[in-house]
């Protein structure tokens, strides 16, 4: 009966060891956790460019890239996460989605420019 009563303690603890240590995934363009709701694999070249190698971002994130580059655009001149962040509006984002929560999220709007093309 001992045996079976301290196995189950053992197990309760790893399993709390486990939830404590647990690696949350972290945007690797605005360096956040991701809840696991929330989180989307961006193709760095679009695969319409023949792009295969992605990166886990927020939703929030992968759209305002979207919301803010063309896909030939992603293709040419922002085909990394740096020069992603070094662009102007992205740097502005980045500064500014970093005071949120982990887990919020607000509808993207296209940028002028991509909406009168």
Known sequence: MTGRIKKKKNLALLDTFVARNKVEDVCTLCGRPIPSHQKDAHHLIPKSHGGSLTVDLHRICHRQIHALFTETELARQFSTVEQLKQQDEMRH?????????????????????????
Not at 93 to 117: D, G, I, Q, Y
Request: net charge positive.
């Open 93 to 117: 984002f980045l500064k500014w989605v970093k005071t949120k929560p982990n887990a919020f999220f607000e509808k993207s709007r296209k940028s002028a420019r991509l909406r009168n093309k």
